[in-house]
C-alpha cells in the first residue's frame, strides 16, 4: 500500500493520523507542502523519523526544490521525479491519498 | 461489472467543509452501482456522525439523517476509530448509526485490504 500526504505537518494532522495508520513495510510519498516534514529539521517534530526504520518514505524532488529545501532532506528519504511517482503508484495494489 | 472494494475515509467534521456532504453523495453512487463499500470515520470525521446535528441557524441542510438511510443502499459496514472517539469524548450512545468501532490497529488492516480508496 502507498499512502501520499500533501499538506505540512504543521499545517493539518494528516501526516499524523496517516503515520498513525501506516503498516510497516509500507510505502510514504511526501509531496508539495508535505516535503517539508522530511527535511533534516521537520523529520523528527512530523514523526518521520521514528518510522524511517518501518516505512519507504519518498520525497518528490521538484517541490523539494521548489521549496528551496534541496540537499536538506533527512538521511534515509528517497527523492523521487514525476516517472518516480507514477511507478510508485503501479508497484503497489491499492493508495491512499490522506486529505 | 466485478465488485471491488471501496473504502470512503472521512476525517472533517460536517459542516466546515464540504467534505462530509459530497462524501455521502459519492457513497451513494458507489452503492448504486451494487459495490462493496465501507465508510470510516477517523479524527475529526467522527463528528459528522454525532446525534442531534441542527444546522438550521447556520443555514446547511441537515445531512446527518442520510447516514440512517445508507443500510436501504446495502451500506452497511460503517466503522470508527476508538482513538479519534475516545479523544473527542464520543462513546457509541452519541452516534446516530450503528458502527463498529476498530482500534487503529485494526483500522489498519481493513484499508490495506481495500481496491479503491477515497478520501473525504
Given at each position: ?67 528551496g529545501m534541496a540537499g536538506k532532506l533527512v538521511d534515509g528519504v ?22 | ?120
Open positions: 500500500m502507498l499512502h501520499i500526504v500533501n499538506k505540512s505537518h504543521t499545517q493539518t494532522n494528516a501526516l499524523a493520523s496517516c503515520l498513525r495508520l501506516a503498516q510497516a513495510g509500507q510505502a510514504l510519498l511526501l509531496t508539495e507542502d508535505a516535503v517539508y516534514a522530511a527535511t533534516v529539521a521537520g523529520a523528527a517534530p512530523s514523526g518521520i523519523t521514528g518510522v524511517l526504520q518501518t516505512l519507504k518514505v519518498y520525497a518528490l524532488q521538484p517541490d523539494v526544490d521548489a521549496r528517497t527523492a523521487i521525479d514525476y516517472g518516480g511517482f507514477v511507478d510508485l503508484v503501479a508497484e503497489h495494489t491499492n493508495n491512499q491519498s490522506w486529505l | 461489472m466485478a465488485t471491488k472494494k471501496f473504502m470512503f475515509v472521512n476525517r472533517k467534521a460536517p459542516f466546515g467543509t464540504v467534505y462530509a456532504l459530497e462524501s455521502l453523495e459519492v457513497v451513494l453512487i458507489a452503492a448504486t452501482f451494487d459495490q462493496d463499500v465501507s465508510l470510516v470515520f477517523i479524527d475529526d470525521g467522527v463528528y459528522e456522525l454525532v446525534k442531534g446535528q441542527n444546522p438550521k441557524g447556520i443555514g446547511i441542510k441537515n445531512h446527518s439523517p442520510t447516514y440512517r438511510a445508507l443500510d436501504g443502499y446495502d451500506v452497511e459496514k460503517l466503522f470508527v476509530e476508538r482513538e479519534s472517539m475516545q479523544a473527542r469524548g464520543l462513546t457509541e450512545a452519541d452516534l446516530l448509526v450503528p458502527v463498529e468501532v476498530l482500534s487503529g490497529a485494526e483500522m489498519a488492516d481493513l484499508m490495506a485490504e481495500q481496491d479503491v480508496i477515497l478520501s473525504f
